[in-house]
């Protein structure tokens, strides 16, 4: 199993992406290493040995690898948080703010049982926009956000704190200062 340093290793740098300015973390080259993606997901898991939560929300695109994995682990419900126009029925919608501009989620509306405790889970947290307006939908759908958890945290950027401000525990495998 790869520790937790090897994974960080795996991460590529792309500079001006999607924007000049931006280096991107990359998580396309976890994914290609054979064993990292289920190695990384329980590293994940160990971290959340102390949250209660009945259900997954992964946030498009690559949180659904992730959020697939631990749903699929603890036999929970996962439900996906996308950009608009993915989802075919019924859905509720949260504007944010990226670091590099605005963009919209979307959730089916009555996704779970009201009350369920939520697990956030996406691949990094940068300013926290993504995962604020996932809290929102979830709160919105009549559920409860728990903890979001991350392989990585571009601490620098902030977004952990404003989560962790949101009332929502942060997790993250990696943390970039």
Do not use: W
């Not at 948080?81 to 509306?109: F, Q, W």
Request: aromatic fraction near 6%.
């Amino acid at each position: 199993m790869l520790n937790v340093s090897e994974i960080a290793d795996l991460f590529r740098n792309v500079p001006d992406f999607p924007k000049k300015g931006i280096v991107f973390k990359d998580v396309t080259t976890v994914l290609t290493h054979p064993g990292a993606l289920g190695d990384s997901v329980t590293h994940l898991l160990k971290l959340l040995e102390d949250v209660e939560f009945d259900a997954v929300a992964a946030v498009e695109s690559r949180g659904f690898m992730f959020g697939g994995i631990i749903a699929d682990r603890l036999g929970i419900p996962l439900i996906l948080v996308r950009k608009p126009g993915k989802l075919p029925a019924d859905v509720i919608s949260e504007d944010y703010t990226l670091e590099y501009g605005t963009n919209t989620l979307e959730m089916h509306c009555n996704s779970l049982a009201e009350g369920s405790r939520v697990l956030i889970i996406d691949d990094l947290v940068a300013t926290g926009g993504t995962a604020l307006a996932t809290i929102q939908l979830i709160r919105r759908d009549g559920s409860i956000p728990v903890a979001a958890a991350f392989l990585m945290d571009l601490s620098f950027l902030g977004g952990a704190e404003k989560i962790e401000e949101a009332g929502v525990s942060v997790r993250s495998l990696i943390k970039i200062d």
